[in-house]
C-alpha cells in the first residue's frame, strides 16, 4: 500500500474524520505484525498532532471513522459512542436478492481472538445486537456458482443499533445473505465471482454516513464518505448508482 494521504472528510480543532481505506489497520496491533501503515499514525503525521479514536472500524472496512484531537474531548464524546446516540449508516454488496426491509434482533455472543482471549476466566455471554436494513437494488448475473446457473445479488443499507463485534457482517450472515469479500463469515463461491469477474478483493462493507453531536458548539454534524474505486467500477458494472447520502 502507498503513503497516500487520508481523505479528510472533516476537520476542526477538535474533530477529525476522514475516509478509512478498506484493508488499513485503525491502529498498531500485534495480532496483525505484517502491517506497516496505521490510520493513526498516518493521520498523525499528515496533521502533525496526535489523534484518539472514538471508535472502530473492522480492518477490510472503509468508511467514516472519527478522531478526537485531545485526550478531553475523547473524554467527553466517548459515551456519545457507547450509549449508540451516534447514528451510523452502511452499505454493502451481498449474496441473494433481499426483498423487504427489516429489522434483525439476533443477540451475538462476543468473538474472542484464539491468542488474546485463550485466558479468559469466563465464556463470553450473548449481547443484544440490533440492526435495520433495506435493500437498494438487485442484479441476476450468468456466472454459475454451486448448482445454480446464475448468481444474485443485493445492494443494502444498514443501521446498527448496537455495536458489537462483526455485528453487521454476522447479522447478514445469519439473514442468509452474506456480505461478499467476507473470508471470515461469507461464503467464498461468491467472492471468487467478485475476485475473477471484477477484480475486487476486498470486503463490500463501506461505512457510508454518520450523525453525531458536536462536542462543544452542541450542533448535530453528518458526515459522508464517498466510496472508493472498487466500489465505483462494481457499481458501474452492475448497472447501479453510487448510494447516497441518507439512503
Request: charged fraction near 20%; glycine fraction near 6%; charge should be neutral.
Amino acid at each position: 500500500m502507498t503513503d497516500t494521504p487520508l481523505h479528510i472528510l472533516y476537520q476542526d480543532e477538535y474533530l477529525v474524520v476522514v475516509n478509512k481505506p478498506s484493508g488499513m489497520l485503525v491502529h498498531r496491533s500485534w495480532l496483525d505484525k505484517g502491517e506497516t501503515r496505521f490510520v493513526m499514525q498516518t493521520l498523525r503525521d499528515q496533521i502533525g498532532q496526535y489523534v484518539y479514536p472514538l471508535h472502530r472500524l473492522d480492518k477490510p472496512t472503509s468508511g467514516v471513522l472519527v478522531f478526537a484531537l485531545s485526550s478531553e474531548v475523547a473524554s467527553q464524546m466517548m459515551p456519545q459512542f457507547a450509549e449508540g446516540q451516534v447514528k451510523k449508516a452502511y452499505h454493502a454488496i451481498v449474496r441473494g436478492w433481499v426483498s423487504d426491509a427489516g429489522q434483525l434482533d439476533y443477540p451475538l455472543v462476543e468473538e474472542q481472538d484464539k491468542i488474546a482471549d485463550k485466558h479468559a476466566s469466563q465464556p463470553p455471554t450473548a449481547k443484544p445486537a440490533v440492526t435495520d436494513y433495506q435493500p437498494l437494488a438487485t442484479v441476476e448475473l450468468p456466472i454459475a456458482t454451486g448448482r445454480y446457473m446464475t448468481s444474485r445479488y443485493s445492494l443494502v443499507a444498514m443501521q446498527p443499533h448496537t455495536g458489537r463485534k462483526h455485528q453487521l457482517r454476522r447479522h447478514m450472515h445469519h439473514l442468509s445473505h452474506p456480505i461478499v469479500g467476507d473470508t471470515t463469515h461469507g461464503d467464498g463461491r461468491h467472492n471468487r465471482v467478485f475476485r475473477e469477474h471484477f477484480n475486487c478483493h476486498q470486503l463490500l462493507l463501506h461505512a457510508s454516513e454518520m450523525t453525531l453531536t458536536h462536542p462543544v458548539s452542541g450542533a448535530l454534524i453528518n458526515i459522508h464518505a464517498p466510496v472508493d474505486t472498487t466500489w465505483q467500477h462494481i457499481l458501474y458494472a452492475l448497472g447501479w448508482e453510487a448510494p447516497s447520502s441518507s439512503q
